[in-house]
T-cell receptor, first 112, second 113 residues
Framework: SAVISQKPSRDICQRGTSLTIQCQVD?????MFWYRQQPGQSLTLIAT?????????ESGFVIDKFPISRPNLTFSTLTVSNMSPEDSSIYLC?????????FGPGTRLTVL | GENVEQHPSTLSVQEGDSAVIKCTYS??????FPWYKQELGKRPQLIID?????GEKKDQRIAVTLNKTAKHFSLHITETQPEDSAVYFC????????????FGAGTQVVVTP
């Protein structure tokens, strides 16, 4: 299995500001994924982050709003830029390892 | 792209009864179908999965069935217990796009003693 940690676990931010979320995995993985879970909703894939290349974004998500870094095989960051209240969600990173998908504990973001 | 529909949105069952959640998918290329359980305030946890070369898979009180022709798959929980209360999500993916899941909307299961 994979042990995934995220920082921060939660934050309250003012609109117009940016927040960077960190994801650390205890194993080297080729692909890391960032999901968003809005209150009471399902999970939506934001982007796939491969080490050494640009992240691939899903429809409705753009790099200017959600820049991603993937400096090595165990770490990734997701930045939520120029936040608005609509960005209030739980952001989860995820990895695939040994045929199973694991999720991090999530970062609960509230934008005022 | 893939579209996954999940029903019902809420399910209330008496302890000891069975619960069934159904999902349909649209992309015939999808070949991997996991089910996740998410308790309040916690991360999703994989409870069972099925690949397209199998029609049914069972793990103790949990089973999943897959009908590729009809593009639907179902989660069956028998002898439900209060600790089964959670939100359950189905998902679909292809092994070519491992980790890129399209999730269903979720089913809130409440097991009453």
């Amino acid at each position: 299995s994979a042990v995934i940690s995220q920082k921060p676990s939660r934050d309250i931010c003012q609109r117009g500001t940016s927040l960077t979320i960190q994801c650390q995995v205890d194993s080297q993985v080729t692909m890391m994924f960032w999901y968003r879970q809005q209150p009471g909703q399902s999970l939506t894939l934001i982007a796939t982050a491969n080490q050494g290349s640009e992240a691939t974004y899903e429809s409705g998500f753009v790099i200017d709003k959600f820049p991603i870094s993937r400096p090595n095989l165990t770490f990734s960051t997701l930045t939520v830029s120029n936040m608005s209240p609509e960005d209030s969600s739980i952001y989860l990173c995820s990895v695939a390892l040994a045929g199973e998908q694991f999720f991090g504990p999530g970062t609960r973001l509230t934008v005022l | 792209g893939e579209n996954v529909e999940q029903h019902p949105s809420t399910l209330s069952v008496q302890e000891g009864d069975s619960a069934v959640i159904k999902c349909t998918y649209s992309d015939s290329a999808s070949n991997y179908f996991p089910w996740y359980k998410q308790e309040l305030g916690k991360r999703p946890q994989l409870i069972i999965d099925i690949r397209s070369n199998v029609g049914e898979k069972k793990d103790q009180r949990i089973a999943v069935t897959l009908n590729k022709t009809a593009k639907h798959f179902s989660l069956h929980i028998t002898e439900t217990q209060p600790e089964d209360s959670a939100v359950y999500f189905c998902a679909a993916s292809t092994t070519d796009s491992w980790g890129k899941f399209q999730f269903g909307a979720g089913t809130q299961v409440v097991v009453t003693p």
